[in-house]
């Protein structure tokens, strides 16, 4: 059983906050959606954070990393030692994500969900149930109480954030096989075909990706995931660092802090988040559109549109990093932009 907060009800946007942002758009110094999304976003944020002046300056980054027992069946085009030396590439400024928050002045930490790491690594944050989820090929890859703990993983790591009184979070993911697992939770909470939701991953060829479907299509019927619940689902095929984001999401939201989505993998989190707990989804901005072929029909089901589509396939939390001035300027512009008024500009005529 999932913990009790799980599916507590999120706090409600403020329509107050909402209508009076709208009402500042409408008296700034250009014409009525002139500045398109931006002004929705900054109007969106405004009733999210409860204030008429939004704000996306403090963003920390949480990535979340963990090993699946399914990257044995070679559904990666990389080994599964990667994802530790991932691990302390992240902590040690090297990837893409770490450099992104330091450009974006943003704090990064890195949280071992569910590595196969034996001990406790420099920079890294260990709160994890086991060493790796279990193979899904041919039993499930999480039991309850593991599930469970990744959860609460996932809470923890909000609850460590949430003491700087961020304006958005940014949630990153990294693991070995974790798109194999992501396509296999989305597939089955979808109800749609495995080859129209399984894309490359890191890479792959033709001849692997086939084997990939061919793998997660057999599990599927093998777990009789058909039609099943979001737990049950999340146990049979998911993974630690894919649960761990689950329980963030719903974590933040609980906390009244939006969530920037990033790629694939924190997509199909969001997705099974918002089947557990539908009050998170509102909390939920979506940052871009990856080149991963399942992306844009988990796009889809929750009805999210994204900010930008830059054909990336990274992960880490890099395509949310890269919105996030988006998200900064639009803000600025809202807050900072004369009115008609101040600026004694002539308002529409009649």
Not at 52 to 63: F, G, K, L
Not at 181 to 203: P, Q
Request: aromatic content about 4%; glycine content about 10%.
């Amino acid at each position: 059983m999932l913990p009790e907060w799980v599916t507590q009800p999120c706090p409600a946007i403020s329509a107050t906050h909402r209508e009076a942002a709208a009402a500042r758009q409408g008296q700034l110094t250009k014409p009525t959606g002139a500045l398109g999304r931006l002004e929705i976003l900054a109007i969106e944020l405004a009733g999210l954070q409860h204030t008429e002046r939004p704000r996306a300056e403090r963003v920390p980054i949480i990535v979340f990393a963990g090993d699946h027992g399914v990257a044995a069946r070679g559904v990666s085009a990389y080994p599964q030692e990667v994802t530790i030396a991932m691990m302390a590439n992240f902590a040690g400024g090297g990837a893409a994500i770490s450099v992104l928050a330091r450009e974006l002045g943003s704090a990064l930490e890195v949280v071992d969900a569910g590595t196969l790491a034996e001990v406790p690594m420099p920079g890294i944050v260990t709160d994890k149930p086991r060493r790796g989820s279990r193979d899904f090929s041919t039993e499930f890859a999480l039991e309850p109480a593991e599930l469970a703990f990744a959860f609460d993983c996932g809470k923890r790591a909000v609850a460590r954030a949430a003491a700087s009184e961020p304006d958005l979070l940014i949630l990153g993911e990294m693991g070995i096989g974790n798109t194999t697992s992501a396509a296999a939770i989305a597939a089955a909470l979808l109800g749609i075909g495995v080859d129209r939701i399984t894309g490359l991953g890191t890479g792959l060829d033709a001849a692997g990706r086939e084997r990939k479907v061919h793998l997660i299509d057999a599990a599927l019927v093998r777990h009789g995931l058909a039609g099943a619940a979001a737990e049950k689902i999340l146990c049979a095929v998911g993974g630690l660092e894919i649960a761990a984001i689950c329980g963030a999401i719903i974590a933040a939201a609980l906390h009244r802090i939006p969530v920037l989505v990033d790629g694939f993998i924190v997509s199909v989190a969001a997705l099974a988040a918002a089947r557990l707990n539908p009050s998170c989804r509102p909390y939920l901005i979506f940052s871009h559109r990856s080149a991963e072929q399942g992306h844009r029909l988990v796009l889809d089901a929750l009805g999210a549109r994204p900010l930008l589509d830059l054909d990336l396939r990274l992960g880490e939390g890099s395509g949310a990093a890269l919105a996030l001035p988006i998200l900064r300027l639009a803000c600025a512009l809202h807050n900072r932009m004369a009115t008609f008024a101040e600026a004694a500009v002539p308002d529409r005529s009649g």
